[in-house]
C-alpha cells in the first residue's frame, strides 16, 4: 500500500494515524496518507526562517534554472511518491480516481503547472515589473535609473490550504520558491499527488528540501498554517472568503464568478461567439474559479442561451479514461445533490429558464453508487436582479443574463475574469476602471486562457515583499 | 490472582454496588425523587428485580436532556438533602445547561483518581496549576481537591468555555485565540512565581499553547518545574499524544491522558506502554461508574474486543444513579488491564453521527 508521509522541513514524518485516499467509484484504498496535527506546524513554523536562510544560499536565478529542470522532471520522470515510485501516467490515473477529474484534464493541468515552472524566468520577470532580481535576495538594490528600492519580504515561510478538487490551482504556489520564501503546503484530502509529485521534481532538479512542508492533515493543520505563516492563501467558498477578508497574512480564494459579457456594439454579432462562450463554461468541467458561470448579454438571452444549450445540453458522463470524457464527478455524496435542489428551487422564479432540460435525455443530476454527476445547465435569466444571475457551481453551469449594458457594472457583483466582447471606448473605460473585475480581458479571450505573465488576484510579490523606504546616504538639499 | 481472578472479583463488585446503589436511589423514603417518580412508570420494581449489573437493562436509556433545569436535586437521594450541596454544570453555550448536584462525588472521584497518579510526578506536597474551565465546571473544584488532597495548593486561571464557543461559532477566530493568549498569560504569571508548582492539569489546546509559548521564551515545561500533568479530552489522540510526549514535554515529565465528563467521574489511561504504540485506552473507575461499547444499532449488546461501537456510560454512587446513558463517543473495546480488571475503551472520538455538529477543542 502507498504510503504518504507529512514532510517537515523536508523530513519525512509517520504520524500515529493516517486517512485513506480512495477511488470514487469503487471505494478501492489508493494510498495512506500521513497526518499532521496544528502543535506540530505551530512547532515546525518557529524554524522557517531557516528555510529561507538555505534558500538564500542559492540565486533566484538558480532557483529559477532548478525550476525549469523540475518542470521536465514533473512531466516526464518516475519520481518518489512516498514508500513507492510514480510515473507520469500512474500520476494522471491516481489523480482521477481521487478526485473525479477525467485524465485527460489531469494531464493537461499537469502541462499547465509543468509550463509555468518552464518559464518561472519569465513568470517573474512580468511580475517584477523587471527588477533585477538579487533586490528581492537582498531585500534591496537600484532599479535601473539611480534610484535605490527594496523589498523586503513579509515572511519566512509562505501557507498554502488547498483544495481537493482543482488541481489547476497549483500554478499560484510555484514561484513562492524561487523567490527563497519556504513552502508550507496543506494539500487537500483527495489531493495530495500534486504538491508531492511537485515537491520531488523540484528537489530532484536540487532545490534543497528544508525548504518544503507538506502537512496533510484535518482542518486544524489549515488553521496553524493560517496562524502560524505570516502569509497563507487558502482555497475555500464564500464564507471562507468572507471569513478572512481584511487579513492581510491571508490570501482567500473563493468562487469566481466569471463572466463574459457583449456590448450592445457587438450584440447583432452573437453568433460568432458561441463556441467562446460554451469553451468558457465547459472546459475543465466548470470547476475551476476562472471558468465562466455568467453570459452577460443587452438582449438575445433566449437566443443565446438556447444556442449554448444545444451544444452542451446532450454531454452527459463518459468514463474517466475517455478522451472525450468533460464532466468531473462529485465524490462527495450529497454535494450534487444539494447543488441540484438549488438550481431547482432557483428554477422556480418566474425570471429563470432551464434551457438545457430539453437538450437532455434524462435529469440534471446522475446519482451513481459512490458518486454524483450533474450534466451541464445552461439558464436564461430575465432578471439581473435573481438569485440565479450571479451564481457560481462546480460543474459546467452558467446563466445567460439579460441586462442593459449600462447596468452591467452595477449589477455583476465581483468578477474574477471578465471578458468583455466590445469596441464601445467608453464601456470599455468603465469596464477597465471597474475595481470589482480582477482580470480583465478586452475581446475575444475565454475566460480560462489566462496569461502566466499575469498576475493572479493580486501580485503574489506584493503579498510577499514589502516595498518600502530604504536609504544608505541623506537625500540631496531640499533648498532650491 | 490472576487476572480472569481479578476480573471476575472486579465483576461481583460492580453487581454488588448496582444492587447497593439502585436500594439507596429507589428507597421510599431516602431515595432520589427523580428516581422514585419514573419507577412509577415502570414493569418492573428496582427493588426486587435489579440483583446484578446486567439488571439494570431493564431500564430504558437514560435522557441527558433531564439533567437540564430545576430541581437540580432531584436526583440526588432525600438521603443527603440537607448535607451542603454544589451543583455543576456542563454545556450551556446556549439555553439551560445540563446539571448535577452533588455532595462528595467529586472528591471522592478524584481521591480515587489520585491513588493511580506516580509519586515520583507528582511529588505529595507539591503545588499545582489547573488550566482549564472555571466557573460552574465540576473539574475546577475536583482538580483543587485532587491537589489537596494530595497535600498541595491549586492556583487557577479564568477560564470560560462557553465564551469561546460563542466565538468560533461566530467565526472571530481571532478572538478566541486571544482569550486563549490571555489564559495562558494567567498561566505564565502563576508558573514564574516562586510558587513550587510541579503538578498540572491541562486540556491538550491549552497544554500545547503554554509549551510553546515557553518554548518562545527559551524555557519549556520541564524547566518551568512542571514534573505531572494529566490532560483530557477527545483531542488527546494517540498523534497529539506522542508529539506532546516528544516534541513538547520531552522524556522527563509524566503525562496521563483522562477521560470523563459530570456524571462519569474520571476514567484512567492505561500507563503508558512503548508497545501500545500511542494507543490511549480508557478504563472507567468502577464499581462506582462503568463503560461500555456497545453496538450503533443495539444499545443493549456490548461488541467483541477490538471492535468499534458507540461509548455507554453507567453512574452507580451514593449521589447519582444513571443506568445506560449513550455518551456523544465512540471507540474500540479493550481487554481489562492488570490494574483495572473491567473492559476499557480506546480511540475515542466523537460519535461519527453527531461528530459534525460538535465544536470540539473549544478550550
Known sequence: MLEIPVIRWGQPYESMEQSPVVHFETGEELAKVHQANGGIIKMDMRKAKKARDILRQHSIEDLIGMCEKAAAYYVNDELPMGNGTQTPEEFCRIQSASTGLPEHMCKFNMGKSAYVMKNMGAVLDALTRGLPLDVFSKGYGEEGRGIKISYQATTNACGWVLPSNSPGVHTLWLPVIPLQIGLVLKPGSSEPWTPYRMFEAMVKAGIPREAFCLYPGPHECGSAIMETCERSTIFGGQATVDQHAGNPKVAAHGPGYSKIVIGEDKIEDWEQYIDLMVDSLYVNSGRSCISASGIWVPKYGAEIADAIAQKLGPIGPKPMTDPESGLAAFTTKGVAEAMNNMIEEGCKSSAVTDVTAKYRDGERLIEEERCDFLRPTVLHVTDPDDEMANTEFMFPFGSVVECPQDKFLKKCGYTLVCTAITDDEDFQRDLIDATNIDRLNLGEVRTYQIHWMQPHEGNIIDFLFRNRAFQTEPPPPTEV | ?363
Open chain 2, 1 to 363: 490472582m490472576t487476572l480472569d481472578d481479578k476480573v471476575k472479583a472486579a465483576r461481583e463488585a460492580v453487581d454488588k454496588q448496582t444492587v447497593e446503589i439502585v436500594q439507596l436511589h429507589f428507597h421510599p423514603e431516602d431515595g432520589a425523587p427523580y428516581w422514585l417518580e419514573k419507577a412509577k412508570g415502570y414493569d418492573f420494581d428496582p427493588l426486587t428485580d435489579v440483583n446484578c449489573f446486567d439488571d439494570l437493562k431493564k431500564f430504558p436509556l437514560f435522557e441527558d436532556d433531564d439533567l437540564r433545569g430545576g430541581p437540580v436535586d432531584r436526583f440526588l437521594p432525600k438521603k443527603w438533602h440537607n448535607e451542603p450541596r454544589y451543583v455543576f454544570e456542563t454545556g450551556g453555550t446556549t439555553g439551560t445547561p445540563k446539571s448535577r448536584c452533588v455532595v462528595r462525588d467529586h472528591w471522592i472521584d478524584y481521591e480515587e483518581f489520585s491513588k493511580t497518579l506516580p509519586d515520583e510526578y507528582f511529588p505529595p506536597g507539591s503545588n499545582w496549576l489547573m488550566l482549564g474551565p472555571s466557573g460552574p465546571r465540576r473539574l475546577r473544584l475536583a482538580v483543587e481537591h485532587l491537589c489537596q488532597h494530595r497535600g498541595g495548593i491549586c492556583f487557577c486561571v479564568d477560564l470560560d468555555p462557553r465564551w469561546v464557543v460563542k466565538l468560533l461559532k461566530k467565526g472571530k477566530i481571532d478572538e478566541a485565540k486571544e482569550y486563549s493568549a490571555h489564559v495562558i498569560d494567567q498561566a505564565m504569571t502563576i508558573l514564574t512565581s516562586n510558587h513550587n508548582i510541579k503538578g498540572m492539569f491541562a486540556t491538550p489546546k491549552l497544554l500545547e499553547a503554554l509549551a510553546l509559548r515557553l518554548i518562545d521564551e527559551e524555557s519549556s515545561i520541564e524547566e518551568i518545574g512542571i514534573t505531572g500533568i494529566f490532560a483530557g479530552g477527545t483531542e488527546f489522540t494517540p498523534q497529539w499524544y506522542r508529539f506532546c510526549k516528544e516534541e513538547l514535554l520531552g522524556p522527563n515529565v509524566y503525562i496521563t491522558p483522562t477521560y470523563g465528563n459530570t456524571l462519569m467521574g474520571l476514567a484512567c489511561g492505561k500507563p503508558f506502554d512503548p508497545a501500545d504504540n500511542f494507543k490511549i485506552t480508557y478504563y472507567a473507575p468502577q464499581p462506582r461508574a462503568v463503560v461500555e461499547v456497545v453496538n450503533f444499532d443495539n444499545y443493549d449488546e456490548v461488541v467483541d474486543y477490538d471492535e468499534t461501537g458507540r461509548v455507554k456510560l453507567y453512574t452507580l454512587t451514593h449521589e447519582l444513579f444513571i443506568p445506560g446513558f449513550m455518551e456523544r463517543d465512540e471507540g474500540e473495546r479493550e481487554k481489562p488491564h492488570e490494574k483495572y480488571p473491567w473492559d476499557g475503551v480506546s480511540g475515542t472520538r466523537p460519535f461519527h453521527e453527531i461528530a459534525k455538529s460538535t465544536t470540539v477543542g473549544v478550550y
